[in-house]
């Protein structure tokens, strides 16, 4: 189509699959469509039919484009028994038009806006939700709803981007098997500056990792769980946070209660232990003062590798579970395992 577009036409209070559709056009469709970008938004009043009747094609010829109304290409309401657009919305629509209904970047946004559409399944806290009630408090103020929602659209955007560019990235990552117990788990140790590599690592369908070790430019680290794999971080915290003030030589806190204590812990204020995350953070978005960790990457996965599995035991004791030497390095880190075996000892003593 070679027309220039001057307008966007589409009824009154539009639903998220048509400003999805009108944000597809605007951000996409200049090739194809030569000033979409720039083009007023008309909101028709006819219930699903141009004002004076005339046809889609018509107003089409005058520089419109209608979205989800006038029965054009990008309506998806059945016209007269015709039934081709069924299980489409005018946002998949524009999104085939446009060549870009398989991006991975827009893959989740055009799902929902479908599964919304056809479904009516929502959130009252999402963009279809929030527009829709801000139709009702600004009837006649549609731009305002549609600024807002385009705003919202971007920064969604930009999120699936940051995603699928972190999926990317990840193909470089160290990725190591780890055992906790008899199970074999993945850890993902990765470089990288990244908000959604952490994600993407523990995504069930990318790597599905365990754990996940992030050292982010500064030098500073944060390890993240997989709440499917239900693997605990208790033991690591006691580590990390002894190591930590090994290396600063200031040892202040020693308590294996506080060394696992949420929050952070004197001595060792460059670790945040979150326990509902079992998450250790040195450093975070909201925290991006807190100093880099002291302790190397090889020691971070050193740690990890002992810290989450409970078969893992020094030589002195691995071949009968009995410890007998006073000075244990691990035993004085207050590891579960070893403070288990020595209760065991001590109780077989007592009979």
């Known amino acids: ?21 009108i944000w597809l056009l605007i951000k996409f469709g200049a090739d194809k469509y030569p000033g979409v970008a720039e083009a007023a938004i008309e909101y028709w009043t006819n219930g699903g039919n141009a004002p004076d009747g005339r046809s889609a094609e018509g107003y089409e010829a005058e520089g419109y484009l209608l979205v989800g109304t006038g029965g054009g290409r990008f309506d998806e309401h059945g016209r007269n028994g015709d039934k081709s657009k069924q299980g489409d919305c005018a946002a ?31 959130h009252p806290f999402d963009i279809s939700a929030i527009s829709k009630a801000m139709h009702e408090f600004y009837p006649d103020d549609p731009e305002k709803v549609m600024t807002w929602a385009m705003a919202a659209l971007d920064v969604k955007y930009l999120e699936q981007k940051g995603f699928v560019d972190a999926q990317i990235a990840l193909e470089n990552a160290e990725v190591l098997t780890i055992m906790a117990g008899t199970q074999q788990h993945k850890m993902v140790i990765i470089e990288s500056d990244s908000e959604h590599v952490s994600k993407a690592a523990r995504n069930k369908s990318g790597l599905d990792a365990a754990i996940v070790v992030q050292k982010r430019s500064t030098g500073n680290v944060q390890i993240f769980s997989n709440k499917r794999h239900g693997l605990q971080l208790y033991d690591l ?38 326990h509902e995350g079992q998450m250790l953070l040195n450093g975070s978005l909201s925290a991006p003062d807190v100093s880099p960790t002291r302790i190397s990457l090889d020691q971070i996965k050193a740690a990890i590798t002992i810290a989450v599995n409970p078969k893992c035991l020094p030589e002195h004791c691995a071949s009968n579970a009995q410890c007998t030497y006073k000075k244990c390095p691990w035993y004085k880190m207050g590891l579960h395992r070893c403070r288990r075996i020595r209760y065991d000892m001590s109780q077989a003593q007592k009979s």
């Open 1 to 21: 189509m070679s027309q220039q577009i001057r307008a966007i036409a589409t009824h009154v209070r539009p639903h998220l699959d048509e400003i999805v559709a």
């Open 92 to 122: 998949t629509l524009v999104a085939k038009d446009l060549g870009i209904d398989q991006d991975p970047i827009l893959v989740k946004i055009l799902k929902f806006t479908l599964t919304n559409d056809l479904h009516g399944t929502s």
């Open 237 to 274: 915290a006691q580590m990390l946070r002894l190591e930590e003030q090994a290396l600063a030589d200031k040892v202040v806190t020693t308590d294996w209660a506080q060394l696992r204590a949420e929050g952070k812990i004197e001595g060792a204020e460059e670790w945040y232990f979150h």
